[in-house]
Each structure stands twice: as C-alpha cells, then as structure tokens.
C-alpha cells in the first residue's frame, strides 16, 4: 500500500492583506498546508493557519538566514505583500530588499510567485516603482510573475471598499473623469484557483497578467455595485481630474486611508489586465464581473459598510477639528469667563487657569494626531482618557455643569460613544 502523498506546503507573504487573505483561504480549502506571514499575526492565528510573524521593513527580514529555517519543508512561496504608500525605505523594503532575501533562502526545490500589479509600467508612483523593482528581484530568481488587475471580493477593502462606497453614495454616484475608463475585475477566489494552478504548472519565464473576462467601464461598475446594494439609480457626477488629484494629494498628506493619490491614479487611469494566452489548457475559467457580484445578494453588513466607509476619514477630521478648537478656546479663553462656573474655593485660581491651559495644549497634541493619523489605535484610547478625566474632574469640582443648558457635561457621553465607533472604523483588519 503506497503511503498517502503529504498535502503541498506554501508559506504566503502579506497573508494578512486583502489579497493574501483570499489566497490563504482558497489554498486550505484546496488542502494545502498553509503557512501565513505578516507583520500582524494575532488574527490569522485565530482563524485557524500556522503563522510566521515577519516585518518586512525590519532589517532581519533582509538576511536569507532569518528565512531558511522557516522554509526548510516548504514547496511553494507566494509574495503577496505590497506596501501601497510610505518612506522611500519602507517601500524598497518590502518590495525589493526583504524578497530578495526570501528568495535566496528558497530550496531549490520550491517555487515562487509574486503577486504584481497592472498598470505600473507607466506610473510614476512610488509604489509603481518599486513593484517594478520587486518584479525586477523576481525574474532573476525564476519567480512566476503575475500582475492582478481590480480584485473584487464578498469582502472588501481598499479599492474595493472605496469603490462600493462611492456607489452607495446618497442621490449622486461620482466618478473620476468620465467614468469610461475600463477595468475586467476578477474575483479574489478565482484568482486564487489560477494561482494554484500557475503554481501546479508555471507558464515559464515572462510577466502575465490577469482579469476577469467581461469588461465594465468605471461608471459601469459603480452603477452595477449600487444595484447590487438595493440602492436607487443615481446621477453620475463627473469629477475633473484636478480636483480629483488634489484630494488624493490632501488625502495623502492627512493619511485619509481610501483617499490617496495613488487610488485616483488608478481610477483615472482603469485597472484592465490582458491575461492573453495565460489561461489556455487550464481548467481554471474566472467568472465575469456581473456574473460573481448577481451570485450572492448583499447583506446588512455590505450596505453598512459601503455607506459607513467615508465616514472613517471624515469622523477623524471632525473629531481633530473639535480638539484643535477645544485646545485654542482652552490656551485664549479669559480667566474671567470660565472661573466663574466653578465654585469659589474649590481650587486656587492660579490652579484652575494652569489647567485650562495644559489642558488647551494637550487638546491642540491630540488635534494634531489626528490630522495626521498618527497612531489611531492608541488616540482612540487618549481621546477616551481625556474625556473621562474631564468629566470626572468638573464633576467634582462643579457637579452643577451636568445640569447646564444644552447639555454641558452631558454632552460628554455621547462624545464617548462617537470615539468608540471612530475606533471600530479604523480597524480594518
């Protein structure tokens, strides 16, 4: 009796990305043994996959022998990781510097595929570039090449989340341009299958593209997502591609998530992949965009999400603009007008005016974390603490603010409430 064939072993890079997740999933569905690698592992741990935590920006990521260990019984490697935004250091990184390692440390025996881009030939972004120079890495070392055009999913993000949230937009559906601009998007689970099978049987040396076969224009493709929503057909509102750029630039600067530059470039330019002959002799067939989005309905959670999406950058921009107003009103407010709604004798004077002003700094810090976005996990948890400290504070010191007109510290509750949703919001993995 023949020993039973042990299942094929694949380690993923950016297992924790949109695409990696798919990956993942639809390779241990086909019985595969999966080894799941990012920078965040917690969560991949618990839906069940073996994990390799690895940071590609860490410079241990870059020496082959950090590698080695870890694909000694590996039979297949997918770099699925990008970086779409970030330092000059940070995107050589991950595309380039850490690969290069990776491949080196590959057994002879194993296989790699790179997961690219279309439409980075002629982009000047930098994550164009430097996906170029990762593609560069992956052809000296016999990596499959393939570049993926729009990929949709029954999940999204990125991209897609940006795309269900302009089409679920109230009364108007805004496009970039025209809205001709063409795109063939393939579903993350068939993609996954042509992975499989491209890892199975490499189409040999070169650079291959790959989409969906039915073609939408940008305007098509929204329309057919507010459709799929349940929701009313709306006007196209065509949006000059200056103003267009502008935002995704501002989006940049103020790290807005589904606004950047690098997301107009892409809708103004559209996503369509030439797959050509890849898929000739193959058993995998990708599905048409209208025929994968009719074969499920959308469920509460779509909607929700569509609609909830740009709320995330703007609920950020109003609660920065409330503390950077609270910290101004804080450092310019004369004694005179807020001393007298706190009763005499609960603290010197001199105290409460140096509170009003440390307190007018550290709401003008907090503003300013969040215009950037610096760290939003951890502002939620400040923003939270602050509001906390000041309520129980005044309630000690005026339990009679809760009693003011037009709500007074009141007003602090459900402030506390809006922190809470900004902090689910911004937690997208």
Known sequence: MEPAKAAPSILILGADGFIGRHLAFGLRQAGWHVIASARRTGRLAQMGFATLRADLTDPTCRDPGFWGPHLADVDYVINAAGLLTGPEAQLHAVHSAAPEALYQAMPDNARGLLISAVGIDNAETGFSRHRRAGEEVAARHKVTILRAGLVLADTSYGGSSLARALAALPLVTPVVGDGSQRFNPIHAADLAEVVRDCLLHPPGPGVYQIGGPQTVTQAQMLRELRGW??????????????????????????????????????????????????????????????????????????????????????????????????????????????????????????????????????????????????????????QAAMIAGYTLAFSLLAPALWLLPLGGLLKNIPLLVLIAVHGILESER
């Open 229 to 382: 929503l349940g929701l009313p057909r709306a006007r196209l509102l065509r949006l000059p591609l200056g103003l267009a750029r502008f935002a995704g630039r501002l989006g940049d600067a103020l790290r807005l998530g589904p606004i950047s530059h690098a997301a107009v470039t892409q809708l103004s330019a559209g996503v369509h992949a030439e797959t050509g002959s890849l898929l000739c002799g193959r058993d995998c067939t990708p599905r048409g965009f209208s025929q994968f989005l009719a074969a499920r309905p959308a469920g509460t959670q779509d909607l929700w999400h569509a609609r909830l999406y740009l709320m995330r950058p703007g609920l950020r921009l109003v609660l920065a603009g409330l503390w950077l107003t609270s910290g101004v009103i804080g450092l310019s407010l004369p004694a005179a007008d807020f001393l007298p709604l706190i009763p005499a004798g609960a603290l010197p004077e001199a105290a409460l005016v140096a509170m009003a002003r440390l307190g007018g700094l550290a709401d003008i810090a907090i503003g300013l974390g969040l215009l950037r976005g610096w760290r939003m996990s951890l502002m939620v948890w400040v």
